[in-house]
């Protein structure tokens, strides 16, 4: 069965950099989630979209930005990077509202 | 406000034998859904299973179960004769009432369980 798409799988930035960090759904899922986990802790909710509207928005940087396309993925768009923001990104999909099934995670690294 | 307590940071179990990780959850809203990940070394998050709040039964998937006791607010995930594979941080998450159809999803701060041979 196909699942959520990201891309890249590792970035490395320098600090002040932009980072674009890419999510393709399972197909026919209408609702993308992205997470952001640092070292030794669990997902923390960042931003949510349902048919390509911001539906749901947690702590999420004003540094960062993120939409949904009219082919339903999604793109996080982070700027002036910080050494904080070195972390692993998950996008997650769902039908619904149903079970978010996870992406394999971009491991950004912000030097 | 919703919360998820593991209380078990760390287990270790013998291959083959079942084991319990233990989850308490705390939240107003009458309809929510539980659910447990498994986050092996790899890092990626993979879907175990889902209980919902007014299911009459518990979840099982294979070998996971979902020991579901609504008035004492657990979720407790079963894994019955672990797999050396079995081993990697599980994470016990929540999602509220569906007020809308996309409501995010709070994790606890898992366990890490280490099957030995």
């Known amino acids: 069965a196909a699942g959520v798409i990201q891309s890249p799988r590792h970035l490395i930035k320098e600090k002040r950099e932009t980072a674009t960090l890419k999510c393709y759904p399972i197909?026919?899922?209408?609702?993308v989630y992205w997470y952001q986990q640092g070292p030794g802790q669990d997902p923390q909710f960042l931003i949510s979209f349902y048919e390509k509207m911001q539906s749901d928005k947690g702590s999420i940087p004003d540094r960062f930005s993120a939409q949904q396309f009219s082919d339903y993925h999604s793109e996080l768009n982070m700027s002036s990077l910080e050494l904080g923001d070195s972390a692993l990104y998950f996008c997650?999909?769902?039908?619904?509202?149903?079970?978010?099934?996870f992406g394999p995670g971009t491991r950004l690294t912000v030097l | 406000a919703q919360k998820i307590t593991q209380t078990q940071p760390g287990m270790f179990v013998q291959e083959k034998e079942a084991v319990t990780l233990d989850c308490t959850y705390d939240?107003?809203?009458?309809?929510?859904?539980l659910f447990w990940y498994k986050q092996p070394s790899s890092g990626e998050m993979i879907f175990l299973i889902y209980?919902?709040?007014?299911?009459?039964q518990n979840a099982t998937e294979g070998r996971y179960s979902l020991n579901f006791q609504k008035a004492r607010k657990s979720a407790n995930l079963v894994i019955s004769a672990s797999q050396l594979g079995d081993s990697a941080m599980y994470f016990c998450?929540?999602?509220?009432?569906?007020?809308?159809?996309?409501?995010?999803?709070?994790f606890g701060p898992g366990t890490s369980l280490s099957v030995i041979p």
């Open positions: 939240t107003s809203d009458p309809s929510y859904g």
């Open positions: 998450a929540m999602r509220g009432a569906m007020k809308t159809s996309y409501d995010k999803v709070i």
């Open positions: 997650a999909s769902s039908l619904a509202g149903d079970t978010q099934y």
């Open positions: 209980q919902g709040s007014y299911d009459q």
């Open positions: 197909p026919r899922h209408d609702t």
